[in-house]
């Protein structure tokens, strides 16, 4: 069994940065980044496979978010910059205990954090 703990979240005018950091607590293969607005189904945001450092983007943040990970923390980090008001939404880590082909499906994914709420004003 994982835990994932989230931190990072907050207020932010439009056009500013934050960081999101999900620690783990046991190695995964896997990690990744979704987020769910108000009335709107979970969505996948990024992805990192934590051996080769491989990433995925959804194409509404690419370019502006950039998902990374620390091995000495077992901690993965989600760098929003350039954030707009659409980005509001309650930010989920995930991981995956072994390789899927479809990283963009939240059904797949073994292991939730608890959310962090991003909030971001116009």
């Known amino acids: 069994q994982v835990q994932l703990v989230e931190s990072g979240g907050g207020l932010v005018q439009a056009g500013g940065s934050l960081r999101l950091s999900c620690a783990a607590s046991?190695?995964?293969?896997?990690m990744g980044w979704f987020r769910q607005a108000p009335g709107k189904e979970r969505e996948f945001v990024a992805a990192?496979?934590?051996?080769?450092?491989?990433?995925r983007y959804a194409d509404s943040v690419k370019g502006r978010f950039t998902i990374s990970r620390d091995s000495t923390k077992n901690t993965v980090y989600l760098q929003m910059n350039s954030l707009k008001p659409e980005d509001t939404a309650v930010y989920y880590c995930a991981a995956k205990s072994h390789n899927i082909y479809f990283i963009d499906n939240s059904h797949l994914y073994d292991y939730w954090g608890q959310g962090t709420q991003v909030t971001v004003s116009s």
């Open positions: 046991g190695r995964t293969y896997i």
């Open positions: 990192i496979w934590w051996n080769s450092g491989t990433t």
